[in-house]
């Protein structure tokens, strides 16, 4: 299996659909509308049937459940005349996403003054600082719930704590010897101080322990501060991914 195929199952494990359905080498992923990831279309795998004949039954699947039809393409894990079709029926593209990868063995233990609590659960402390951080809607709270524990994998979430106030977070998924990093975000007040790095130290140290030897995460194109704080921790983009989404149903 290649890297790319390899990567792309570890996050689909740790980052769960409520429902989902096998087409055809395609994965069509529902989650009630919450977060693009796990409400969209992955073609990762080799496909058989025509495609306008695949786009139509993606399309007739998420109308008929309320949903927007979103397609996730990644690297040449895609038919090759997929994006062209998509592009011929209006669907646009949106959200570049770099896919970074770093040895574990080759980052430093963690550092700074702040105290760190690591949880092999998520603890409702952890969800209601996530809650307040991010912030999420009541809603949006329950679905997160929701898709956390539908994770099968080892999880670990990481509490950044300065003062006795929740300053940093981030979770992790342990798999076949990587460490997934995931949700990591610090206070907008507290942003610049290097807590996020502290954060991710933390977090990359408990993956090291559970066995893990390497690390991946997911990073948006435009998000500058996020990718100067993974290079820092020395992390390469290995491949991108991006969607195709209509504007309107």
Not at 9 to 28: F, K, V
Not at 106 to 130: C, K, R, S
Not at 214 to 237: D, I, S
Request: with cysteine; hydrophobic share 40%; glycine share 8%.
């Amino acid at each position: 299996m290649n890297q790319t195929l390899l990567l792309e199952e570890l996050s689909l494990n740790a980052h769960p659909a409520y429902q989902s359905i096998h087409y055809d080498g395609w994965i069509l992923r529902f989650t009630d509308g919450f977060t693009r990831r796990a409400n969209s279309v992955q073609t990762l795998y080799k496909s058989m049937l025509p495609i306008d004949e695949k786009i139509d039954y993606c399309e007739a699947q998420y109308a008929s459940r309320g949903l927007r039809t979103v397609f996730k393409l990644t690297g040449s894990h895609h038919p090759a005349n997929l994006e062209a079709a998509l592009e011929k029926r209006g669907y646009e593209f949106d959200c570049e996403t770099r896919v970074q990868t770093a040895s574990l063995n080759a980052m430093p233990p963690p550092e700074g003054e702040a105290w760190a609590v690591l949880d092999t659960y998520m603890t409702p402390i952890w969800l209601d600082e996530l809650a307040r951080l991010r912030p999420l809607l009541d809603d949006e709270r329950d679905a997160f719930t929701r898709l956390q524990l539908q994770i099968a994998p080892r999880c670990g979430y990481v509490r950044l704590v300065v003062d006795g106030v929740t300053t940093g977070l981030a979770m992790g998924v342990i798999e076949r010897g990587w460490l997934g990093v995931y949700d990591v975000i610090v206070s907008p007040s507290q942003r610049g101080r290097g807590y996020g790095r502290q954060t991710m130290l933390h977090l990359m140290a408990w993956g090291s322990a559970q066995g893990a030897a390497h690390v991946y995460l997911q990073v948006m194109a435009e998000n500058a501060p996020a990718l100067q704080l993974y290079k820092g921790l020395g992390f390469q983009t290995v491949y991108s991914y991006w969607y195709r989404q209509k504007n309107a149903f």
